[in-house]
């Protein structure tokens, strides 16, 4: 007698892994509590207050580690849900003090973070919003890369607790924190990512977890126009715009998505950016091209293009990168071009290039790491031969 097996009811599908509970909002985390199960609808609010603190202000990975909470709510919590840190694939510290991590989250996905020292109050994270981008700015390396996928909020928020971890920064210290402020100045175009962008500042800035003021966090923009005032209006974060020319020929060529929002559309959106002022100024990225955007004209039509608006100017040296036909403006042009800004009254300081030796610096994130391993996997390669 034979028997065959009849798998033709046996899905293909993939396991999903486990929740990690890092990237739920407060309401989101009370939502999963009462779907799983782990406690009643009634008491989902308490335990998910109890639950918050231990991952966001005590920074645990191990439910066992929830003191306060009972043993077989433990046991739920670990048989839905995880608290699991990604892999860290590489963490460079530079001379001058800037941390680098390369942070695995899944296969494929791979993301760059850097802590740089001494920026704002005491020391600023960049982070990333996706993987790869489509905005194909040309003087940026990071751009050159195309897009993976957007980033969840956990990918994010994972970013700045792995940054934590390493600098020993838990329970959340409310005074002489090394890390004080978080800038969305990684990889990727934050608002092409907002629902997850926006979660993860509503977790990041919460009072009894990490509590990051949203004043402390910047989100940078390239200028996805029609998102500006929602992006105001949902996170009250601080704004950043990519700017880089004071004319739409320049900017097409440098920052090509002026050919859809192009300069007048967006100086009138950030002119309506919610709460606006002196307390709440945006700041605009200029990096410094030699001969292309650095003449004292071009600083005029600067202070031209922003008057009237609450803002100041960080001037960025440009990070050369191979391939490149740019340059870095001359120091002696770069002072010259803020010495304009300044007498006109905007703040214009020069961004001091941080983690150049470990290529952390602006515009050059995972990229080159992707090189130097391919690099180095081809030499061993070559000599196991």
């Known amino acids: 007698m034979s028997i065959t097996l009849d798998l033709s009811r046996v899905s293909n599908a993939a396991v999903k892994p486990p929740v990690n509970l890092s990237g739920l909002t407060r309401a989101g985390l009370r939502q999963a509590l009462i779907d799983a199960n782990v406690c009643p609808p009634e008491k989902a609010k308490m335990r998910a207050s109890q639950v918050w603190s231990w991952i966001h202000h005590y920074g645990v990975t191990d439910f066992a580690a929830m003191s306060n909470v009972a043993k077989d709510m433990q046991a739920k919590l670990a048989a839905h849900f995880t608290l699991a840190r990604p892999e860290i694939v590489e963490r460079q510290v530079s001379k001058d003090g800037t941390r680098k991590w390369l942070i695995r989250t899944a296969p494929g996905i791979e993301i760059e973070t850097v802590y740089i020292p001494d920026v704002g109050r005491a020391g600023a994270l960049c982070v990333s919003s996706q993987v790869g981008c489509t905005l194909n700015c040309t003087f940026c390396h990071t751009g050159t890369q195309k897009l993976v996928r957007n980033l969840t909020a956990a990918e994010i928020v994972a970013q700045v607790q792995v940054a934590r971890d390493d600098l020993e920064e838990w329970p959340s210290p409310k005074e002489d924190r090394r ?161 304009i800004l300044n007498r006109a009254g905007y703040a214009s300081p020069i961004r001091t290039p941080r983690g150049r030796d470990i290529l952390a610096a602006c515009g050059q994130l995972k990229s080159e790491s992707e090189k130097l391993r391919a690099s180095a996997i081809r030499k061993a390669e070559q000599a196991a031969a």
């Open 179 to 339: 890390l004080s402020n978080i800038v969305f100045m990684g990889m990727g175009e934050p608002l092409y990512n907002l629902d997850n962008v926006s979660d993860a500042i509503d977790i990041i800035s919460d009072n009894e977890g990490i509590a990051i003021s949203r004043r402390r966090i910047t989100v940078s923009t390239s200028g996805v126009v029609p998102m500006i005032p929602e992006l105001g209006e949902r996170t009250g974060t601080m704004l950043a715009i990519s700017l880089h020319a004071t004319n739409d020929p320049l900017r097409d060529v440098l920052v090509p998505l002026n050919k859809k929002y192009p300069l007048d559309q967006l100086m009138a959106a950030i002119r309506a950016y919610p709460g606006l002022g002196n307390a709440k100024r945006v700041t605009f990225e200029y990096v410094m091209l030699k001969g292309v955007n650095d003449s004292p004209e071009e600083a005029r039509a600067l202070v031209k293009l922003i008057q009237g608006i609450p803002a100041k100017v960080n001037l960025i040296p440009f990070n050369p990168w191979p391939g490149t036909d740019y340059q870095c403006s001359d120091w002696k042009t770069i002072e010259a071009f803020a010495a």
